[in-house]
T-cell receptor, first 115, second 109 residues
Framework: DTEVTQTPKHLVMGMTNKKSLKCEQH?????MYWYKQKAKKPPELMFV???????INESVPSRFSPECPNSSLLNLHLHALQPEDSALYLC??????????????FGPGTRLTVT | DAKTTQPPSMDCAEGRAANLPCNHS???????VYWYRQIHSQGPQYIIH???NNETNEMASLIITEDRKSSTLILPHATLRDTAVYYC??????????FGTGTKLQVIP
């Protein structure tokens, strides 16, 4: 099973809402990632969890809060977002930490619209 | 991270081989070359990676030049489903993966 699942597929939220994105993998991977992708642009790394610890935070605003409850689950908590945060949010996982010979497997993404 | 340069777009006739080039002239010895693709509105898909030697799997072949400053991804018999943005990425030594702008491959019937 090489599947990374993400829920929900689509999310519309107001600027005062609090919502969460969920990502799950059952491949035994020890690194998980959040990326943000704006239309017609490449994915941009937001966070990396390695062995359930936050190892990379790409200076992401605090209105995005990641959480890794266990090795299979990754959440992204959203609060007080801005319309410019509307994007496709991608989750990925890999057998080991970033770099090296560990390819990443991506989920289908959550399309987020902030109104 | 080593920077990669790819042509912004390419066309390929269906059934023909698609050869996608990538320049990575500043690659260092412990860095791998990875290829991913992203079909419209889907998550990126891993294709192949290599360090020094040429590699082949069920999806594609990766040819890396001897000086490792460039590589070519080969899709041997392109189909319409191969229409996508193809990203060449160089990473290694626990560096994060950084996507460049990629090559938009259009397979033409």
């Amino acid at each position: 099973d090489t599947e990374v699942t993400q829920t929900p597929k689509h999310l519309v939220m107001g600027m005062t809402n609090k919502k969460s994105l969920k990502c799950e993998q059952h491949m035994g991977h020890r690194a998980m990632y959040w990326y943000k992708q704006k239309a017609k642009k490449p994915p941009e790394l937001m966070f990396v969890y390695s062995y359930e610890k936050l190892s990379i935070n790409e200076s992401v605003p605090s209105r995005f809060s990641p959480e890794c409850p266990n090795s299979s689950l990754l959440n992204l908590h959203l609060h007080a977002l801005q319309p410019e945060d509307s994007a496709l949010y991608l989750c990925a996982s890999s057998r080991g930490p970033p770099g090296g010979a560990y390819e990443q497997y991506f989920g289908p993404g959550t399309r987020l619209t902030v109104t | 991270d080593a920077k990669t340069t790819q042509p912004p777009s390419m066309d390929c006739a269906e059934g023909r081989a698609a050869n996608l080039p990538c320049n990575h002239s500043t690659i260092s010895g412990n860095e791998y070359v990875y290829w991913y693709r992203q079909i419209h509105s889907q998550g990126p898909q891993y294709i192949i990676h290599g360090l020094k030697n040429n590699e082949t799997n069920e999806m594609a072949s990766l040819i890396i030049t001897e000086d490792r400053k460039s590589s070519t991804l080969i899709l041997p018999h392109a189909t319409l489903r191969d229409t996508a943005v193809y990203y060449c990425i160089v990473t290694g030594g626990y560096q994060k993966v950084t996507f460049g702008t990629g090559t938009k491959l259009q397979v033409i019937p």
